[in-house]
């Protein structure tokens, strides 16, 4: 092996636990590039995007470096930085570093790799017998003797079949076809045509009028065009003055006052130069500074900030609901940008990004970029490029910008930061900020702190509701604690009223059973409506109905594939699982008894939006849930309708909670408090007290005196007791009491294992066999496995078992005896029917 043989390690896009060696031809020694994407063949035919990890000369011992198909960027698209954060993730929550790379990575920069199937050029299809095929084999083999490749998808259409393989894998078997793989860039820059008075004429005035004479007289549609030009470009008299050089305009507006022929003839005659240019999908928003005003609370807080920050990477602001915490974050956004250094800002919600968005960019105008999951592949892209200064400004008309300034959720953390001096983390408390689903599990108020710590930046951490383990470390002197505890200006905190569901009178119960407001919550509604005052209501359940029963044996109809009652969507007329999608026709009769008395029961958003548009016929009203708010613009356009008065109830779930401001609310509603105080899990007390309190703070944000009415069975419970007294503190202590004592956050750490298989004897012996391993090491730490809640889902079932350990214990030791435990599970055969998931500090 030559000395000089380049050989590089890579991240694949895989959960594979190493990296992979790859060789580079000679011809590509020159672009190499730590960070940057190369298209890699891994397996017998399959190509995928890999990320340059490692640049050396060592060819690896274990297998036979392939070489590299190709070089796909002329920077690198991921720094160090990012390195170093994807490799903590992946060991803090125990998965693998291309698993963190695939959540990383916008979709439009991973390549696709699509299976095209080709004639075998070693076969002799001079001497094929047809009478050996198929008739579908036959049309595939003539449409590729005339198309020469084909996509799957594209024989699936010919053959008008959704599943093509079984005649593809035949012709195969018969050695007729074969596959191969082709990669393509998913990212397509928006690259639009531009038109300008080309130099020559700017430059001879004698010229452009011998021009002008000629095409008035002759071509009418041209003068059109030449004349819009000089009116767009505010030179409708230009002709005694030269243009501007760079005065370029869409060919598309020349369009509109004349047609392709005759631009294209001014384009034929040198009159007219045209260019195609990249253009960014991102709207470019105009400066609006402000000042930023504040008040002498605020002004205090600020200054104990910056004294924490001096001894402390991490500070708390504690601020009750409508404080004025988002002014504090733009001043230290601003001191921050003083400093040439970049700023992010998280939100839990998308939702929240549309209001506060416009807040921001009052203060910083076109430095703030936004970043969330309903933007398209291709504006992901711009924004990551943006972000890691990868944008030219030449060929582009000046319409990219790099952005100093970062709002957006969660996956904004994952985003090419080079110079990060603040991370805001705003509503901190929210489980939003944790990945459920797939790998990686990460928690992202926790995971930017250690961001922050790469980057030598600082972190605030924002609620009016402390996560209990933040407030704990602030408490700890871990973290810096920065207290507001009054509303900004004339504002009061709400007068909060729990009212009781309950009636001693029987015949009230029956006749009242399934009434959605109490009598209380009416008269409210109506007293802030006769004021022209709006009002919210909140249900944390989306649909109309939870389920519907049969009215005589009480048969309700169930998920075929999970554990769960179909909910009731009436926008639909359909029932609907939320957990793996399946939906079906309402049933018309019991499938247990036959009867058709079958009723609705429970009540979601759209049943609440249903009722109040009985009661208040002549009120406008919007629902704010998941399947209110799919598209893209929808949340705007559902926010702005509230703000500017066009909607007087908005009706919604938790999304209506976070951190939203509207200064005519006076009354907030809580539909029923009991679901948030009676779910069977350690946080659920913390959740409902967070839940009402940031709830409540909707109402009374301004000048209007803020009610909230909570509807409860159970008025005399603590935590609505504490809610009402808005006693954060005292809430505080009776939970750290309970989670000391039974051993819970913040004094013990807990791992969560998920097995999932479709044999439910394999789980059951296979979950065991993990827990008997796990407890070789962790003894009575170890608890389970149990069935969850909902034990089957998409046909797969489900255990779980628990892993609480003291927070003295090594967290690498914990990690390691967890890596071996997995490793001894592995070895069992039976074992490879049961996927495991680990979930490091579940919420």
């Not at 808005?726 to 097995?755: C, G, K, S």
Request: hydrophobic letters at 40%; proline letters at 4%; charged letters at 25%.
């Amino acid at each position: 092996m030559q000395e000089d043989t380049i050989f590089i390690d890579v991240v694949l896009p895989l959960a594979v636990p190493n990296l992979y060696t790859y060789r580079v031809p000679a011809e590509m020694k020159q672009a190499v590039r730590i960070g940057s994407r190369v298209v890699v063949q891994f397996g017998k035919s399959k190509l995928y995007t890999a990320l340059i990890r490692n640049v050396h000369h060592t060819a690896p011992s274990a297998y036979e470096a392939r070489y590299i198909e190709s070089i796909v960027d002329e920077a690198p698209v991921v720094n160090e930085i990012q390195f170093s954060f994807w490799d903590w993730i992946a060991s803090y929550y125990m998965c693998h570093t291309g698993e963190v790379m695939n959540a990383a990575l916008p979709a439009g920069l991973k390549l696709s790799s699509e299976t095209k199937i080709v004639l075998n050029a070693e076969y002799d299809f001079s001497n094929l017998d047809l009478n050996v095929l198929t008739e579908k084999e036959s049309m595939v083999i003539e449409a590729l003797q005339s198309r020469t490749t084909m996509l799957v998808s594209e024989i699936a259409d010919l053959l008008k079949v959704k599943n093509p393989q079984p005649v593809i894998r035949s012709l195969r078997e018969k050695r007729l076809v074969v596959n191969y793989e082709e990669v393509s860039e998913r990212y397509k820059p928006r690259i639009i045509p531009y038109v300008r008075l080309s130099e020559d004429f700017i430059n001879d005035e004698e010229k452009l009028a011998k021009a002008f004479d000629s095409i008035e007289a002759k071509a009418p549609k041209q003068l059109q065009a030449l004349l819009f030009y000089l009116n767009k470009t505010g030179n409708i008299n230009g002709l005694k003055k030269a243009l501007p050089i760079d005065r370029w305009i869409k060919k598309s507006d020349l369009l509109k006052a004349s047609d392709t022929g005759a631009v294209n003839g001014l384009v034929k005659k040198g009159l007219f130069e045209q260019q195609e240019f990249e253009i960014s999908r991102l709207k470019i928003e105009k400066e609006s500074r402000k000042n930023i005003d504040l008040s002498d609370l605020q002004r205090k807080s600020l200054d104990e900030i910056h004294m924490h920050f001096e001894s402390k990477q991490v500070v708390l602001l504690h601020g009750i609901t409508g404080s004025g915490k988002t002014e504090i974050y733009c001043r230290l956004i601003e001191e921050t940008l003083k400093e040439g250094k970049q700023v992010l800002f998280l939100v839990p919600e998308i939702a929240l990004t549309t209001q506060l968005i416009y807040r921001v960019r009052n203060f910083f105008g076109e430095r703030v970029g936004v970043y969330h999951s309903k933007f398209s592949e291709n504006e992901r892209v711009e924004i990551w490029n943006s972000v890691a200064g990868n944008v030219s400004t030449q060929d582009t008309l000046k319409s990219h910008i790099n952005y100093d300034v970062v709002l957006g959720a969660r996956s904004a953390l994952l985003l090419p930061f080079t110079n990060l001096g603040l991370i805001i983390v705003d509503e901190e408390h929210d489980s939003s900020y944790k990945q459920h689903d797939v790998a990686p599990r990460y928690h992202a108020r926790d995971s930017a702190i250690y961001l922050a710590h790469l980057h030598h930046a600082k972190v605030i951490l924002g609620s009016a509701t402390p996560c209990l383990e933040t407030y704990y470390n602030a408490k700890e002197n871990k973290f810096g604690l920065v207290t507001l505890s009054q509303r900004f200006g004339a504002a009061s905190m709400p007068e909060i009223e729990a009212v009781d569901t309950r009636s001693e009178d029987p015949k009230a119960i029956a006749k009242h059973r399934d009434k959605l407001f109490t009598p209380r919550l009416i008269d409210e509604i109506k007293i802030a409506l006769d004021k022209k005052e709006q009002v919210i209501l909140f249900q944390n359940r989306r649909g109309f109905a939870p389920y519907t029963e049969c009215n005589t044996c009480n048969w309700v109809p169930h998920c075929v594939q999970c554990d769960v009652a179909m909910i009731y969507h009436k926008s639909s007329g359909r029932l609907v699982c939320h957990y793996c999608g399946y939906s079906m026709q309402p049933p018309s009769t019991c499938a247990a008894c036959g009867n058709s008395d079958l009723r609705y029961k429970g009540f979601g958003t759209e049943k609440i939006e249903e009722e109040i548009e009985i009661l208040f016929p002549e009120v406008k009203t919007a629902r704010m849930d998941l399947d209110s708010t799919r598209s893209k613009y929808a949340y705007k356009q559902l926010l702005d309708d509230f703000e500017q008065g066009n909607v007087d109830i908005l009706i919604g779930t938790q999304m209506v909670t976070k951190g939203l401001d509207f200064d005519n609310v006076s009354l907030v509603g809580v539909i029923s408090a009991d679901q948030a105080l009676n779910f069977p899990d350690f946080r659920t007390h913390e959740k409902a007290f967070q839940l009402m309190t940031q709830v409540s703070g909707r109402a009374g944000r301004k000048d209007v005196k803020g009610k909230v009415i909570i509807q409860t069975s159970q008025p005399q419970h603590a935590i609505i007791h504490l809610v009402k007294e808005h006693d954060y503190q005292q809430f505080y202590q009776l939970q750290m009491q309970d989670r000391q004592q039974f051993h819970y956050p913040p004094f013990f750490r807990i791992i969560e294992f998920t097995l999932i298989s479709k044999d439910l004897f394999v789980l059951n012996e296979g979950s065991a066999q993990l827990a008997a391993e796990l407890k070789k090491y962790f003894h009575e730490r170890v608890l389970g496995p149990e069935f969850p809640l909902v034990a089957r889902i998409r046909n797969e079932f489900h255990k779980t078992i628990m892993l609480k350990s003291e927070r003295e214990f090594s967290s690498v030791k914990i990690r390691e005896y967890v890596k071996i435990a997995i490793q001894d599970f592995n070895r069992n055969e039976l074992n490879k029917k049961i996927r495991v998931r680990i979930d490091v500090d579940p919420v």
